[in-house]
């Protein structure tokens, strides 16, 4: 029988006709009874056997396969960018990271949150109304953890040129850099197929004392882009819970977290070296 339990939780549970995702202790239990392979069976006896067993059906991560042909190549450039990025800035080359958070939604409360008293925490009104979203374009500096952004309505191309050269450029010119090393995923926003173009018209236009070089991150990689850490952070720290009267109040808070954030600043402790990646990835 404790075999039987083995092969179950090992198991699909749609293969033994029970309509759930994972099985659970007791969806075993009463699947056992139903397949009559025993009239009864205690919840807790099927979790000692599995728990001796270290089978935890009832949990689950992701994972994927690597795709992209060019995954290794681009991967190995991105992450040398992130080792060198502070010696690369004392050169003249800055290494910004570049996204966008879509869809961030300004909730109105029925009531505004209660703030935290003695043995409760901070109560927030399960109801609210919805008052509009908007996309947050932001840029994250790879050598000293500064963040740049703006907010925009929506998030075509067209967002993302303005942000370039309302936000980046200027920044750029502040800096008195020489190249811009512009790390972006492949989403349309970013236009892959002429991004590189119109940057080269803008620079023959303005005559930018820099360079832009794009660093396209590989397809399914997101999580080896750092702004996505500080995206995180956006959530956590500002956006949950989530009580804005209008989109406009929402942009403004956003904005002000990120002058906050930018006063204490820090780069991101990047862990996945070149070293790291290397061994993985290591090939005869």
Known sequence: ?????????????????????????????AALVSLGLVASIAVSTIWRWLRAERIKPWRY????????????????????????AVD???????????????????????????????????????RYNRRGALQLFAGLSVADGLVYGCCRARRCFVDFQAFFLAVVVPEALRRGVHEIR???????????KQLEAWLAQQQCEHDWPFTV?????????????????????????????NHFQDVGRLSQRILDFIAHYDRSAKPINWSYTVAKFDEKFATD
């Open 1 to 29: 029988m404790r075999a039987q339990v083995t092969a179950l939780a090992c198991s699909p549970p749609d293969e033994a006709g029970v309509p759930v995702a994972r099985w659970s202790c007791a969806e075993l239990a």
């Open 61 to 84: 991560h992701h994972w994927q396969h690597v795709i992209d042909p060019l995954f290794v190549d681009r991967a190995r450039v991105l992450l040398e960018l992130y080792e060198q």
């Open 88 to 126: 690369l800035l004392k050169g003249g080359i800055w290494v910004i990271c570049v996204d966008e958070k879509t869809s961030i939604q300004a909730r109105e409360g029925i009531h505004p949150p209660d703030p935290a008293v003695p043995e409760h925490p901070v109560h927030v009104a399960a």
């Open 182 to 192: 512009l790390i972006l995923d492949n989403g349309p926003t970013h236009a892959p």
């Open 213 to 241: 070089k794009v660093v396209w991150l590989p397809k399914y990689a997101s999580w080896l882009d750092q702004i996505e850490i500080w995206f995180s952070i956006l959530q956590r720290k500002v956006l949950t819970p």
